[in-house]
């Protein structure tokens, strides 16, 4: 190997050395420590009683309560991202082709969510869709319902809430695997006799569903491990796994169990996001 090299290999550990040093220290071993947690058992005096059990994992495919927690996750997560993806593919289509001179001005429009808290957003949901919030109070100064209709505290608002939250990453996303199309490819199609929705099918679409597949795969991943939303829209007791998992150690500090609780979800989410992309890429092809 020669001196060149070398100096490459050192260049390069010594500039990676600071980033994976600081994610070993507070991502990987964190979570061996809880993968750890996760096969002890819970002692309601001494909280933990450290031995090798598999009780905690047990426990949860065992229980029917919690295969209604993963179910309603899987479905408020698909929700969500699925509404962002139908919402967001419009405006960032137009983001994308817009040659105004205030795109950059729209951009800032799109990220100024990001810049609020989930609760603060959460919050103004609730003056929305609360009992004497503003939707129903409107619908029933227009006649259209006599009392109030349950709205919060429902799977509608968490979903809707959450969507609120990961659309403006799903619209960054697309707008800019749509910045790099080139279109007049799509032209030549229409020029030769395709229909628009021949065009758009079968050469626009295959060329931006890389970007749409990784803004899924974002968007889905946040959607599965929110907490903050479906605390605040669901109420404390809505079925859905960061709550769950969050109740298992406020409220009566189950370490074991809520460990696995936090692998299972893990687990649930990379598995279902490798079968979306094995799906989407043998469809594709």
Known sequence: MSKINIRQIGAATGLLSPATLLVLGSL??????LLRY????????LLMRETFTLENYVRFFAEPYFH???LTTLAVALGATIGSIILGFPIAYFLARTQSRFKSFLVVLVIFPLL???VVRAAGWITLFGTRGVVNVTLMNLGIISQPIEIMYTDFAVVIGTLSVVLPFMILTLQGVIENVDFSIVDAALNLGASRYKAFTRIFLPMIMPGVLAGFVLIFILCMNAYATPYLLGGPGY???????YNQISSVANW??????????????????????????????
């Open 38 to 45: 996760s096969f002890n058992a819970y002692d309601p005096m």
């Open 68 to 70: 209604t927690v993963i």
């Open 28 to 33: 990987v071993l964190p979570m061996l420590i």
């Open 116 to 118: 609020v808290g989930n």
């Open 256 to 285: 074991p169990f809520a460990s696995a609780l936090a692998f299972i979800l893990m687990a649930v989410t990379v598995i279902s996001t490798l079968l979306v992309t094995r799906l989407t890429t043998r469809r594709r092809r």
């Open 239 to 245: 079925k859905m796994m960061a709550p769950t998992l």
